[in-house]
Nanobody
């Protein structure tokens, strides 16, 4: 059974850091593109970052230089290291698996991803 489970969210002050984890079971992450998305209250879910099977990465413009996506094949887990957090980073963060052939380094679309995790809440507030 394909499953993704996010963890690592929490409450952090502006400027702080969090590391989110996306643990996979039922398949090997290294063969798929894995994306991170977030959904702020009252807003649509948006793509934040993606790592391809070849470990090419994509970042949405607002998180470039602050977020880093990585993968540990042994632990079958993808991480999202988030530094310099801002209040506008607040939301529920989800990871998902790309359905098919992802073009490395390109923006990610919701409809191209499935096997969504349950999400982890990130709140950036003083």
């Amino acid at each position: 059974q394909v499953q993704l489970v996010e963890s690592g969210g929490g409450l952090v002050q502006p400027g702080g850091s969090l590391r989110l984890s996306c643990a996979a079971s039922g398949f090997f992450l290294e063969y798929y593109a894995i994306g991170w998305f977030r959904q702020a209250p009252g807003k649509e879910r948006e793509g934040v970052s993606c790592i391809s099977s070849s470990e090419d990465v994509y970042y949405e413009e607002s998180v470039k230089g602050r977020f880093t996506i990585s993968r540990d094949n042994v632990k079958n887990t993808v991480y999202l290291q988030m530094n310099g957090l801002k209040p506008e980073d607040t939301g529920v963060y989800y990871c998902a698996r790309h359905y098919d052939d992802y073009v490395p380094g390109t923006p990610i679309e919701l409809t191209d991803f499935g096997s969504w995790g349950q999400g982890t809440q990130v709140t950036v507030s003083s």
